[in-house]
């Protein structure tokens, strides 16, 4: 329902928490349940891509074992001296995934009531891990393609800077209105075309005009721009 319906990030979630009395002293648990639509249509093709596959072995005798207990649950498997090898889907287990798994995450907690706040405190819990996400992908640190100590530690340097404004940046999307949507990625991309112009000598600089989504971006970040 519409009222369960929240943006956090670059995702769209459906969110809901129910109260649950543990233990013999009744203390409070709290359980959010989240649902992405995205990651349910993705998580669901993945998966009927791997019953493809399963069904392929299954019917040229190339088990594998990894795979036994994927075979048990969603196929039936039968062989006869009259009509050999029989592979079928468990049409009944499969739908059983897509309407109870596929998109579905749950947060078990005993502190936050709020759905979104404890997802915002779980995520945190990777900011290391997101933080090299963004030194590898964001400021193409996957190689260092330089040749002598001396430039590695200099790049090295200025990665962290680097590094500190992407994570303020996307600090400061996530409580907009309007760019919460965007992930920090396509901000930049937008933003892309925006560059300054250097003359030789009297002529000075200029800035390229600004287009009428980065005039939007910018105010909303409240950002001061160059002037020509």
Sequence with gaps: MPEHYHKFDDESLFVATKLYRWGSKRKRLYIHLYYNAYRAASTYDDFMSKLLDCKHELENGTRVKANELFYNRYFIVRETPVRGLSVKYNSEAIADF??????????ITNT??????????????????????????QLDMKRLR???S???????????????????????????????GLSVRELLESMESYVKIQYVGKYGCLFTELTKTQRLTVEELKVDIPKS
Excluded: W
């Design 146 to 148: 330089v040749h002598s």
């Design 112 to 137: 936050f009531k709020e759905p979104i706040i404890t997802l915002e405190t779980y995520r945190n819990k990777d900011v290391v891990e997101n933080c090299f996400d963004d030194l590898k992908n």
């Design 150 to 180: 001396a430039s590695m530690d200099t790049r090295l340097f200025l990665q962290f800077p680097a590094l500190i404004y992407i994570s303020a940046l996307r600090k400061r999307m996530r409580n907009s209105k309007m760019l919460s």
């Design 98 to 107: 897509r309407n109870r798994y596929a998109g579905f995450f749950i947060l």
